[in-house]
């Protein structure tokens, strides 16, 4: 008898803080406009749970009334639901693929167009500015580069990073196929490095949600990665739609590592290219 009753105790309190997830969602919704609803519940909860435990707070339910009064407070909550992890030539096997099989395509195009969507702070943008510079294809290109946070948004747009992470940054490039010195590309400045100006070039950095704004007209290539990871399988469908309308005939997407077109409304409309690599094209013919 015992045993039940704490199982229905434990049931019903996973009800409850589902419940005030749900409407704490839709408060950050209601006051802010961001649409946090689609996101895959677990991730959702994690780091909301991740940010109680860090403010002196019970419960969400307390928590909902503080981000719907405390501006501040919502920026950092909202810094948590977008994870901004990202390093330069992530994962290098992908951008060594890009340049070996789909730049020779690419090259016989008078212009291309590339999107990454979900940029982060700018790492994945300024590691494709280096790539078409050295394949150079730089002067007939434009990368447009969006998220929908615009503080880390600030950051991309600087391309001023950490001393630390330099050492990672340029072992990527070099399994990423770098045809240069990685360091070419930065200036130290004690504990950071600055990019250089040229990479800045032909770069469009703005403003974009996913969950809620429209499409980016013929894309030769999308880049999307680690992103869609985050939203359950109906938000990854529109999504995925989204890239579609946007990309050209022939026009590739590429995913992250741990994403995958399978079981998705889009998965007989592109033909993979490079599974390991993640790497699709869109299906000429629908
Ligand atoms: C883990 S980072 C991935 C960065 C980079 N693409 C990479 O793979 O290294 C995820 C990024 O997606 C952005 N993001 C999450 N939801 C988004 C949305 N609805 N619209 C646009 N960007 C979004 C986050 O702000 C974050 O910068």
Known sequence: MIPDLKKNDVKNNLQNESLEIQMLLEAIHQKYGYNFKDYANAHTKRRLKHRLNLSNLKNFAEMMHRIIYDEDFFNSVLLDLSINITEMFRDPGVYKKIRQDLIPLLKT?????????????????????????????????????????????????NGIYPLGVMKT?????????????????????????????????????????????????????????????????????RVLKLFYDSLCPGGYLCLGSKESLRFTDMENKFEPVALREKIYRKKRLP
């Open 109 to 157: 195009y008078s212009f291309i167009k590339v999107w990454h969507a979900g940029c982060s702070a700018g790492q994945e943008v300024y590691s494709m500015s280096i790539l078409l510079e050295e394949e150079d294809m730089k002067h007939r290109s434009q990368i447009y580069a969006t998220d929908f946070n615009e503080l880390i948004l600030e950051t991309a747009k």
């Open 169 to 237: 940054y340029t072992s990527n490039y070099q399994l990423a196929g770098g045809k240069n010195n990685f360091s070419d590309y930065y200036t130290a400045d004690y504990d950071h490095v600055i990019l250089r100006q040229s990479l800045k070039e032909r770069v469009l950095f703005s403003s974009h949600n996913l969950v809620t704004d429209g499409v980016f007209g013929e894309m030769n290539l999308i880049l999307c990665r680690n992103v869609l990871i985050y939203f359950n399988r109906q938000l990854q469908n």
